[in-house]
């Protein structure tokens, strides 16, 4: 993927930029930033003393040639980030609602203020079974069967699936280097819309008509963004592929048809 461009990322700071906030591997893209781009960030929240909330739920969902590396080790930046963790997309049980911070004391003793006196506490039984499965599977971080290992070996297989499948009907989805989600432009896809709510973006409308015709559900992407870029983004739709291998077959057979039917 693209980099960013370090004169317009700089173009946003000044001595007024508190914090930012940082996503790798990012949704809905699947970016993941490598050393030098995290560099770049590093250098910008030093220069301009700003603290750096590093959302990395998906860490361990990242893809061959790609790797993972946390802002948080670098050259002076310990000191500045808080990173965000989750056990809703690590293990997959996102009803279960817990997460993680990391970070020095003099910034995580803010947060804890926030915990206390807003959720106050989470089921002791369900923190207990998260530290139970990082103890077990972490002592087995060089077993190929560790869960860290597996778990992107075979999200790997469905995502190069998914992209196969909707680079066969046209369309060209953007490829992403880690978590399981996958976006593409479904603008050339015959839909019509015309009994859709016409104040909504064009993304809005079209997953609501795939829902309801195709019983295929996917997030509009301009969801994800702000008033002056929604227009930029609005022929996007985002698709998630950590599914059954029955569901992916489903969306298959309807993605497929609805070609045919276009054809």
């Not at 409308?205 to 559900?217: D, E, P, Q």
Request: glycine share 4%.
């Amino acid at each position: 993927m693209e980099k960013n461009d370090p004169q317009e990322l700089e173009s946003k700071f000044n001595s007024k930029t508190k914090a930012i906030i940082l996503n790798t591997p990012h949704n809905p893209l699947g970016k993941v930033y490598n050393k030098e781009e995290l560099q770049v960030i590093a250098d910008l929240c030093i220069k301009y003393d700003t603290l750096c909330i590093s959302d990395e739920v998906y860490e361990w969902l990242v893809y061959s040639g790609n790797k993972h590396l946390k802002i948080a080790t670098l050259p002076g930046m310990w000191e500045r980030t808080i990173t965000i963790g989750s056990a809703g997309k690590t293990f997959s049980v996102t009803g279960w609602k817990l997460g993680w911070s990391i970070g020095p004391t003099h910034l995580i003793k803010h947060l804890q203020t926030v915990q206390q006196n807003t959720i106050y506490t989470c089921a002791t039984p369900l923190q207990e079974a998260l530290a139970q499965a990082f103890w077990i599977d972490i002592k087995r971080m060089d077993d190929p069967e560790c869960y860290f290992n597996s778990l992107p070996k075979e999200l790997e297989v469905k995502r190069d699936r998914m992209v196969h499948l909707l680079e066969s009907v046209g369309l060209k989805p953007i490829v992403p280097d880690g978590g399981y989600f996958i976006i593409t432009d479904v603008s050339s896809l015959d839909a019509d819309l015309s009994d859709m709510k016409n104040n909504e973006p064009y993304d809005y409308k079209f997953v609501k008509w795939m829902t309801k015709h195709k019983k295929l559900s996917a997030i509009p992407v301009s969801a994800f963004c702000n008033s002056e870029t929604k227009s930029q983004f609005e022929k996007f739709v985002r698709f998630c592929f950590i599914k059954k291998d029955s569901t992916l077959d489903a969306a298959e057979e309807i993605i497929k048809a609805w070609s045919v039917q276009k054809s």
